[in-house]
T-cell receptor
């Protein structure tokens, strides 16, 4: 899907499939990136993060890939489950001197998992 | 472990009324933040407090004030509410990222849903 105005990009997958959620960031000086999951009525929940000196980081069922050349970040979810249905946000840190203030968030992607 | 606690969860105000949103964290974090979330806009930083005793403006500070009461608590005040401030407000906290080699994600509360009529 495309992000136009108030509409979130959407991704619909079947239970058990792998999901890939993409994010483009704008600042080549950003050195820290985070993925958050937000369920309806809840606050963003930390999933996984990665620093710019890494290309890949794995967690439990999730992998984050960072391509600094094209300023692109992706979140891969293995064996997607209905409980993974949520809005996913990427965030970048544009702070200088190593501080993590002023995270800048993308607009989010709505993941729907069909049983 | 409560994490980040926000009160109230819901509030309806009339234009011109004032209100303070409360936030407390029990993770001994140095830094705290206030965001607003509007449909299609993602989260936008209103104010942040890098450490106890300091506060700084974020992306959208107009119409808001903040107080870092102590290390645990960070409040957001609307002095004269306007309909444009209808939004969901999130508080977050984190440890200070000491170097470019440390990972210190922000942790969020569940928000205050504020409607201004």
């Amino acid at each position: 899907g495309e992000s136009v105005g108030l509409h979130l990009p959407t991704l619909s997958v079947q239970e058990g499939d792998n999901s890939i959620i993409n994010c483009a960031y704008s600042n080549s000086a950003s050195d820290y990136f985070i993925w958050y999951k937000q369920e309806s009525g809840k606050g963003p929940q930390f999933i996984i993060d990665i620093r710019s000196n890494m290309d890949k980081r794995q967690g439990q069922r999730v992998t984050v890939l960072l391509n600094k050349t094209v300023k692109h970040l992706s979140l891969q979810i293995a064996a997607t489950q209905p409980g993974d249905s949520a809005v996913y946000f990427c965030a970048e840190n544009r702070g200088s001197g190593g501080s993590n203030y002023k995270l800048t968030f993308g607009k989010g992607t709505l993941l729907t998992v069909n049983p | 472990n409560a994490g980040v606690t926000q009160t109230p969860k819901f509030q309806v105000l009339k234009t011109g009324q004032s209100m303070t949103l409360q936030c407390a964290q029990d993770m001994n974090h140095n830094s705290m933040y206030w965001y607003r979330q509007d449909p299609g806009m993602g989260l936008r930083l209103i104010y942040y407090s890098a450490s106890e005793g300091t506060t700084d403006k974020g992306e959208v500070p107009n119409g808001y004030n903040v107080s870092r009461l102590n290390k645990r608590e960070f409040s957001l005040r609307l002095e004269s509410a306007a309909p444009s401030q209808t939004s969901v407000y999130f508080c977050a906290s984190s440890k200070k990222r000491d170097s470019q080699y440390s990972n210190q994600p922000q942790h969020f509360g569940d928000g205050t849903r504020l409607s201004i009529l």
